[in-house]
């Protein structure tokens, strides 16, 4: 008996090991970074675990090529870059928890973050510290609004739903009915906007029908939308729903043609199909970066983004690319004029300002601010012929 | 801070030191007055320390989770613990508070012109403007608890855990959905609530913690404590023996979801923004492990595990991938070798320690008489 180890002593001793292999990684936490004179240390923050990883690790994947290009370019003043990624699975409390943790680690910037309610939230605690703040991806209108340190390179939901309004005028679409996803600010956004624009337009707004996230059966709310006899249908969803909306709605008898929004990239050319050729004819959505498009720029980012991670970029990895790329090139700018690191809070206050007086030519277009945080930048109207799609409009901003 | 044996510590004991003379003990007022003391010391060191950089913002920021948290655990431990219940819609009370809250700090600081940066500042408007706020959200999530808990305590068990479980969903539904049936500007639907200012310091949201604690422990000591106990040990004798269990049941839910309206008017107010689907079904059940892993029925238990478990995932943060593995590992680990909980139902009483103390009581003085006894046997 005496040398059997009891149940307590066993309990006794894992905890003594657990603690033993946690004290100095919590020790390494609380020590103090040090100020590396030729490092930039530029944060980096997304979901890259949970519901919506798939956008923090593809906008994650176009920073990490910008940031690897520039450091193979000799890197910034000759101080290379390094990144501070840390995940934060599209919760706005972790956002915030990252936020701090970035602060505590003395970045002098962050890209992130991803989503817009998280990215809000970040916006709004950053507002204290003048953080210089770039995100790829935070559609949502009111992020800029809190402080002059926030910016994005993406349009704005009502943005996209303007654009699409104008172009159904356009087209000369006299009725349109509406399917969104009832639960997403980012499809409520675009919809809301739409119906705005549309009716200013003077085209009938038909019907609205919401649905729930996850649904995979939209044929009540298409069957009613189909029945009002509409030129159009606006789908602003992200494109694992449009692939069946579409789809079913070509069971029911739908002709016309489909309408959509950024999410939509990603629905065909992936490893899945998620509506067939056939049925995507005729179906319009607007984006910033498409892989069809043949400006040079673009196709070299594309050859490079392929090298590096063996598939396509999708419109997420575009946006995080000319996300790094509007922040290095303001930190260049703050580089040359001689401001130093250590300077904390001059050197955050530079970049601010030198993002706000940028312009670069980035893949999703020619990108400015003109005193507010939201770009000033071309859209594209992409189509589908054969299943593959085409750019059919350029809108200039 | 709870009974306990007192009397049969000194009894078990051989004949001699203690026995002889009469035991010394603490007055009631006396063990106020020394855990008053403690609290306020408590809440201005780590005031001091947040002002002066000794806790440093994120750290802070951690810090005011935690004490949310524990809010959150204690109340969920007032229907779980000490009414025997399983409710599982704690997210749903949680986003009530949050959103009345700051719904109302809101508006009312736009009608009489507070800024944000007066929050950050905290004049003393502001103050006045927590405290009702706060309240207000704790009162619209009791009143909510009420209007659930009558239906549904009329069921048990798995019942129950059913039926708050689509209460809950109720509430999230509702929070998304409110503001296009009804038409006007209140939660902000899907793209959440945004622009709350931030109301909550580390001195604020540990008073609050500290004021839920006494007034759960205060009530947890009444006439009206005890009754909810009986209930939880046997809710036939309860009633044979006169105590009403439908009151006492819904009385004990409502004062749950008050305190978890406290802790969302904090969350709401920390974090800036609400969005609907952070209190989800999820968000209950992270706070049920908090209430098991601590020990259902001891607010010990729930305030330690809170804690842990809050810190855990943010410690482990240089881990990265790993970090939600660890957790779940501590998790089960705790579950398989103290499935009762880390504390079981033991509380903790500074009183009752520093009377074993006065009394020469000590841990390791015991085992060496218990090891004399034996050898003398």
């Known amino acids: 008996m005496a040398h059997t180890i009891s149940r307590r002593d066993f309990l006794r001793l894992s905890g003594a090991s657990c603690a033993a292999a946690l004290a100095p990684s919590i020790l390494a936490g609380c020590a103090r970074p040090k100020v590396d004179e030729n490092v930039i240390k530029v944060g980096v923050m997304g979901p890259y675990s949970g519901e919506v990883a798939q956008y923090g690790l593809a906008v994650r994947s176009g920073v990490e090529l910008f940031v690897k290009q520039l450091n193979a370019a000799g890197g910034?003043?000759?101080?290379?870059?390094?990144?501070d990624i840390q995940d934060e699975k599209g919760d706005a409390t972790e956002a915030v928890n990252v936020y701090y943790k970035m602060m505590e680690d003395g970045v002098v910037a962050i890209i992130g973050d991803v989503t817009s309610t998280p990215s809000i939230a970040v916006a709004q605690a950053s507002l204290r510290d003048n953080m210089p703040l770039v995100s790829g991806s935070a559609t949502a209108p009111d992020l800029i609004k809190y402080g002059h340190n926030t910016f994005r390179t993406c349009i704005t939901d009502p943005f996209q739903g303007r654009v699409m309004a104008d172009f159904a005028a356009k087209q000369g679409y006299k009725v349109v009915?509406?399917?969104?996803?009832?639960?997403?600010?980012?499809?409520?956004?675009?919809?809301?906007?739409?119906?705005?624009?549309?009716?200013?337009?003077?085209?009938?707004?038909?019907?609205?029908?919401g649905y729930a996230a996850g649904d995979v059966d939209f044929k009540a709310q298409l069957t009613s939308i189909i029945a009002t006899k509409p030129d159009a249908i606006l789908s602003p969803n992200y494109y694992q729903d449009d692939g069946k909306i579409v789809t079913q709605a070509r069971e029911l008898g739908f002709k016309g043609a489909f309408l959509g929004a950024d999410g939509w990239a990603n629905i065909v050319g992936g490893e899945q199909e998620y509506a067939s050729a056939a049925d995507l004819e005729g179906c319009f959505y607007d984006s910033s970066f498409v892989s069809a498009n043949d400006a040079a720029n673009v196709q070299d980012f594309i050859r490079a983004f392929n090298d590096e991670f063996h598939e396509q970029p999708t419109n997420f990895c575009a946006l995080g690319y000319d996300a790094a790329m509007i922040m290095f090139d303001a930190i260049r700018r703050v580089e040359e004029g001689g401001a130093r690191p250590s300077e904390t809070e001059a050197y955050r206050a530079g970049i601010i300002d030198a993002i706000a007086t940028g312009h670069v030519e980035g893949v999703t277009g020619a990108i400015s601010f003109e005193g507010t945080g939201d770009p000033v930048k071309s859209t594209l109207i992409i189509t589908f012929e054969n299943g593959v799609e085409k750019i059919f409009d350029t809108i200039s901003s | 801070m709870a009974n306990e044996k007192s009397t049969n510590v000194a009894g078990a004991r051989p004949e001699g030191a203690t026995a002889t003379r009469a035991r010394r003990t603490l007055s009631t007022p006396a063990r106020y007055v020394?855990?008053?003391?403690?609290?306020?010391?408590?809440?201005?060191?780590?005031?001091?320390?947040v002002s002066g950089g000794a806790i440093s913002r994120y750290q802070g920021f951690?810090?005011?989770?935690?004490?949310?948290?524990?809010?959150?655990?204690?109340?969920?431990?007032?229907?779980?613990?000490?009414?025997?219940?399983?409710?599982?819609g704690h997210a749903g009370f949680m986003s009530i508070g949050g959103y009345s809250c700051a719904i109302f700090i809101i508006r009312v600081s736009e009608a009489i012109g507070v800024t944000s940066q007066d929050f950050i500042n905290g004049t003393p408007v502001c103050g006045l403007l927590f405290v009702v706020g706060v309240v207000f959200g704790g009162l619209?999530?009791?009143?909510?608890?009420?209007?659930?808990?009558?239906?549904?305590?009329?069921?048990?068990?798995?019942?129950?855990?059913?039926?708050?479980?689509?209460?809950?969903?109720?509430?999230?539904?509702?929070?998304?959905?409110?503001?296009?049936?009804?038409?006007?500007?209140?939660?902000?639907?899907?793209?959440?609530?945004?622009?709350?200012?931030?109301?909550?310091?580390?001195?604020?949201?540990?008073?609050?913690v500290a004021i839920s604690l006494f007034l759960i422990h205060t009530m947890m000591k009444s006439r009206h404590g005890r009754a909810i106990?009986?209930?939880?040990?046997?809710?036939?004798?309860?009633?044979?023996?006169?105590?009403?269990?439908?009151?006492?049941?819904?009385?004990?839910?409502?004062?749950?979801?008050?305190?978890?309206?406290?802790?969302?008017?904090?969350?709401?107010?920390?974090?800036?923004?609400?969005?609907?689907?952070?209190?989800?079904?999820?968000?209950?059940?992270?706070i049920l492990v908090m209430v098991v892993l601590g020990g259902m029925g001891s607010m010990l238990g729930s305030v330690v595990s809170a804690t842990v478990l809050t810190i855990l995932p943010e410690a482990l943060r240089a881990f990265a991938d790993y970090r939600m593995i660890a957790y779940a590992v501590v998790l089960i680990l705790t579950m398989i070798f103290r499935p009762q909980g880390l504390m079981g139902r033991y509380d903790f009483s500074l009183g009752n320690v520093i009377e074993h103390l006065m009394n020469g009581e000590l841990p390791w003085a015991r085992k060496k008489a218990d090891k004399e006894a034996d050898a003398n046997a």
């Open chain 1, 177 to 209: 009915g509406t399917i969104y996803n009832s639960g997403g600010d980012y499809e409520v956004g675009v919809n809301d906007a739409f119906v705005r624009r549309a009716q200013e337009k003077g085209i009938q707004i038909s019907r609205q029908e």
């Open chain 2, 34 to 49: 020394i855990n008053t003391i403690l609290v306020v010391a408590f809440l201005v060191i780590g005031d001091l320390m």
């Open chain 2, 62 to 88: 951690v810090l005011q989770q935690v004490g949310i948290y524990i809010i959150m655990a204690v109340s969920l431990n007032i229907a779980t613990g000490y009414l025997g219940q399983l409710p599982l």
């Open chain 2, 229 to 286: 106990l009986a209930i939880r040990d046997n809710e036939i004798a309860a009633e044979a023996t006169g105590v009403n269990t439908t009151y006492y049941k819904t009385f004990a839910f409502v004062v749950s979801a008050f305190f978890a309206g406290v802790a969302g008017a904090l969350y709401a107010g920390c974090i800036g923004v609400m969005a609907p689907a952070r209190f989800g079904f999820m968000k209950s059940i992270e």
């Open chain 1, 76 to 83: 910034i003043n000759g101080k290379r870059i390094e990144l």
């Open chain 2, 140 to 208: 619209c999530a009791a009143l909510s608890g009420l209007v659930i808990g009558i239906p549904a305590l009329r069921l048990k068990g798995d019942y129950l855990a059913i039926i708050t479980l689509g209460f809950a969903e109720i509430i999230r539904v509702v929070m998304l959905n409110i503001d296009t049936v009804v038409g006007f500007e209140l939660t902000g639907g899907a793209k959440g609530l945004i622009g709350i200012p931030p109301y909550t310091s580390f001195l604020n949201v540990f008073a609050v």
